[in-house]
């Protein structure tokens, strides 16, 4: 099992930034990809980023150039930092880790979430 736990949400003007943190506890050693996911009200869930085991990023188109995903291995750590937010941004941000379980299966582990709202 993988707990993870989100902090650095909250309220900030258009253009302004904020930095999530993801911090990751348990069997750590079988994470394959961690990522941020955000999901606005009445909206499904969407990725944002994701980085995987092997330093492979991706971005959702919407915020490529101003969001950039980062992890520290050694701190069990997951970063979102997020520049130029647009009030369109708002939503929960959710921490994801995708954990290898027995020979090649694989499941998904989640934050509890962390709001962040930019006002216009």
């Not at 647009?86 to 941000?93: G, I, M, N, Q, S």
Request: net charge positive; glycine share 12%; aromatic share 10%.
């Amino acid at each position: 099992q993988v707990q993870l736990v989100e902090s650095g949400g909250g309220l900030v003007q258009a253009g302004g930034s904020l930095r999530l943190s993801c911090a990751a506890s348990g069997n750590i050693f079988r994470i394959n990809a961690m990522a941020w996911y955000r999901q606005a009200p009445g909206k499904q869930r969407e990725l944002v980023a994701r980085i995987t085991s092997s330093g492979s990023i991706n971005y959702a188109d919407s915020v490529k150039g101003r969001f950039t995903i980062s992890r520290n291995s050694a701190k069990n750590r997951l970063y979102l930092q997020m520049n130029s937010l647009k009030p369109e941004d708002t939503a929960d941000y959710y921490c994801n880790a995708l954990v290898g379980i027995g020979t090649w299966g694989e499941t998904d582990y989640w934050g509890q979430g962390t709001q962040v709202t930019v006002s216009s």
